[in-house]
């Protein structure tokens, strides 16, 4: 089973969940702030995640992945000094 968490992006839960029912037929199960996908593994889930982020120009966020769960998280963008 594999987990996605928005919670940088709650109101996106939906339309995310649309979108893979559209690529792969398949519905998750939204809980609070995730779907649970239980029938897509994880790399499949995270280059749709990718996907998803890219086609709603969401460049500002990326997906990290820690054992079979997938956080939508903030790009974090340093400085560097001149």
Do not use: C, W
């Not at 779907?35 to 120009?57: D, S």
């Not at 990326?62 to 998280?73: D, F, H």
């Amino acid at each position: 089973m594999t987990v996605v968490k928005f919670d940088k992006i709650k109101d996106r839960i939906s339309d995310f969940q649309a979108f893979v029912k559209e690529k792969k037929g398949i519905e998750g199960k939204v809980d609070g702030n995730s779907i649970e996908y239980p029938e897509i593994n994880v790399e499949t889930l995270k280059l749709l995640v990718k996907k998803y982020l890219h086609k709603q120009r969401l460049e500002d966020y990326r997906v990290l992945s820690q054992s079979g769960v997938l956080t939508i998280a903030e790009k974090e963008y340093f400085e560097t000094k001149s």
